[in-house]
């Protein structure tokens, strides 16, 4: 028996729509719009009757892939500007409109490491941020792996490195390593999820 299942039916009767909860869209701004997002200014409805205001990013979304291999996972350096330092993170990136998600995370694992995989398997979707973005990332894991040439898109600088799963998880509780889907491809290969 496989423990790690639970009972699914409790967790889909608390997300159920409570309307003691609900927050009614009544008026929706576009502020801006990118090439990677859009921002919102929302109206809403509080269930009390009285109103609010909430701020969204709208996103496509991504999709990341943990290459396990030997007890090693695949990472990829990059710095960052956003947090204004160098970051390690499983593979990644973003869905193109109208993407298949499995399809983007194998375009997104050769693109930055040369890896290209038998399988994706989903592992979970990540939603990060969910005060104020939609944005989630599927996360897969790879089987099968067989190692090519790499073309990062132009502009994207990346390394790859292969680290032991137990630094990994190290990295995680020393704050080392913050990224969430990173975080969600770890604990998930701890859990044996292989």
């Given at each position: 028996m496989d423990l790690r299942a639970g009972n699914l039916e409790t967790i889909k009767r608390y997300l159920?729509?409570?309307p003691a909860l609900y927050e009614e869209t009544v008026d929706d701004e576009v502020q801006w719009k990118g090439c990677i997002f859009s921002a919102d200014v929302?109206?809403?409805k509080l269930p009390d009757g009285s109103f609010a205001t909430r701020e969204i990013a709208w996103h496509h979304g991504g999709c990341g892939v943990a290459a396990f291999h030997?007890?090693?996972?695949?990472l990829v350096r990059q710095y960052r500007v956003a947090l204004g330092r160098m970051t390690l993170e499983i593979p990644a990136g973003k869905l193109e409109m109208g993407e298949e998600p499995v399809v983007c995370a194998a375009r997104e694992l050769t693109e930055e490491t040369g890896l290209v995989a038998d399988e994706l398997?989903?592992?979970a979707v990540s939603a990060g941020s969910i005060?104020?973005?939609n944005e989630a990332t599927r996360v897969f894991l790879a089987r099968g792996l067989h190692q090519?040439?790499?073309h990062p898109d132009e502009g994207e600088f990346v390394g790859v490195v292969w680290?032991?799963?137990?630094?990994?998880?190290?990295g995680?509780?020393?704050g080392l390593i913050q990224d969430s889907k990173t975080i969600i491809a770890a604990q998930a290969l701890a859990l044996g999820e292989r």
């Open positions: 159920e729509l409570d929302l109206k809403v030997e007890g090693k996972l695949c398997v989903p592992l005060g104020f973005t090519s040439e790499a680290l032991p799963l137990e630094d990994i998880l190290a995680v509780r020393a």
